[in-house]
Structures are given as C-alpha cells and as structure tokens.
C-alpha cells in the first residue's frame, strides 16, 4: 500500500446509482487506508473547502444530456481549487454502457468541463442503471426513442444497472497511485 492520500469525493445523484457509485468508490479508498470525505454537492451545509484534499473525486450523472446542475455549479464555483488538486471526474451515464454511444458520453463530458473550465487529470465514463419505477410518461417516452432504445427492454419495467464495479475499481486505483 501507498502512502495514505486525503480524499474528497463530491457527487450529484438524481436516481441513487452515482450515490451508490460514490460510497463504492469511498469504501475502497477507505479499504486501501486512505481517508475520505464524502460529500452531496446538494447539500450547502458543512463548509466544504476543496485546497483541504490532496486529490478530489467529482461524480455526476447525465440526465436529458447534462449533468446535473448542482455537478455544474460545483465545479464552477471549486475550479481554481479543483485545478491546483489532482482531480477525477467520474460521468454516471447510459451512452457509457454500449460502444455506439460511446462517443456521446465523452460529448456530455466535454460540455461540462468547458462550462466549469476544471481540468481533471483523469476521467472515468462509467455506465449507470435504468430505473424505471422512477420515471414518468415522457422520461420512460424518452428512453425507448433516443439512441439507447436498441439495448432497452420495450417495457422497461425492471432496474437494470449497467455499471462495471470490477472496471470502476480499476481505474480509481489507477487515480490514487497517480
């Protein structure tokens, strides 16, 4: 084991599977010996200063295309902090799942980090769940007609996740040593 590292993972969820990718990524830092602060950029309590960590985590999920606004504003309000730290970007998303949609995934990406101007060293596309109990007419409409609608089931009546613990857990080593 390597030298124990001061970790921030700060993340935005709008269905649950970036905050269970989030305490996944924070158990195994903790695992390794590392200490983590875990951290819902919803919440504005807590008096959360970026330049306390050696390296910052930032997970966020896209929904209609973006990430969520809170991920955003975060970002844009840390980033000179964010760009003095190492920091990884972890984007939760369906189009990272399948290698057609690949490409839109890096595309949801690169909107966000030329809106916040961070500049993360490293950047994880990992692919979330669908959740359709959680959906209404239009976002279940949505799904079934966009891009990913080839890999969905038509009913789209049970939660299929789609993340890849074991590739998730790769490339967060890969950060940690770096």
Request: a negative charge; glycine letters at 8%.
């Amino acid at each position: 084991m390597g030298a124990r590292v001061n970790f921030l993972i700060a993340y935005a969820t709008t269905e649950g599977q970036t905050d269970k990718i989030a305490r996944y990524m924070a158990a195994t830092l903790t695992e390794e010996g590392h200490e983590v602060r875990f951290h819902n950029v919803s919440d504005l309590s807590g008096g959360l200063t970026v330049t306390d960590y050696d390296k910052v985590i930032v997970a966020g999920s896209v929904h209609s295309g973006k990430h969520q606004p809170d991920l955003e504003l975060f970002a844009f309000a840390n980033r000179e902090r964010l760009n003095q730290v190492p920091g990884l970007l972890v984007s939760v998303s369906l189009a990272a799942a399948f290698p057609d949609t690949l490409n839109e995934a890096r595309g949801y990406v690169d909107t966000l980090l030329e809106a916040t101007h961070w500049k993360p060293v490293q950047v994880i596309l990992i692919a979330g769940a669908v959740k359709p109990g959680n959906y209404d007419w239009f976002e279940k409409s949505a799904l079934l007609e966009g891009d990913l609608a080839g890999h969905l089931n038509e009913d789209l009546q049970d939660t299929r996740e789609f993340t890849d613990w074991d590739a998730l857990k790769q490339q967060v080593a890969e950060f940690t040593r770096s």
